[in-house]
């Protein structure tokens, strides 16, 4: 089992940061990857960057290549979302998933292939 608690959202002007962070317990860390989702009203949820286990390699969503990056740190069971330049089509619930099943490749994207999830924070960003 594994328990993942998101924090960090909150309400931001476009132009603005947050920074997202996801606390993990329950299994050692540095054992499975993780992602960052998130799903606007009305719309499917989508992956917008994940990060692997060592965090050696990362994924970003086309939408958050040079505003967003991920980062883990594995001492304190952690992994971030740094969001810079936030637009209001960012606005979303951001959740936090990890990926325990080991994988030939070390980052994948499909919510599915994800094994728990974050209860989500809101990000709201006004125009």
């Known amino acids: 089992q594994v328990q993942l608690v998101e924090s960090g959202g909150g309400l931001v002007q476009a132009g603005g940061s947050l920074r997202l962070s996801c606390a993990a317990s329950g299994r050692t860390f540095s054992s499975y990857a993780m992602g960052w989702f998130r799903q606007a009203p009305g719309k499917e949820r989508e992956v917008v960057a994940a990060i692997s286990r060592s965090g050696s390699r990362t994924y970003y969503a086309a939408s958050a290549k040079g505003r967003f990056t991920i980062s883990r740190d594995n001492a304190k069971n952690t992994v971030y979302l740094q969001m810079n330049s936030l637009k209001p089509e960012d606005t979303a619930v951001y959740y936090c998933?990890?990926?325990?099943?080991?994988?030939?490749?070390?980052?994948?994207?499909?919510?599915?292939?994800?094994?728990?999830w974050g209860q989500g924070t809101q990000v709201t960003v006004s125009s």
């Open positions: 998933a990890a990926d325990i099943k080991p994988r030939t490749s070390e980052v994948t994207t499909p919510p599915g292939e994800y094994d728990y």
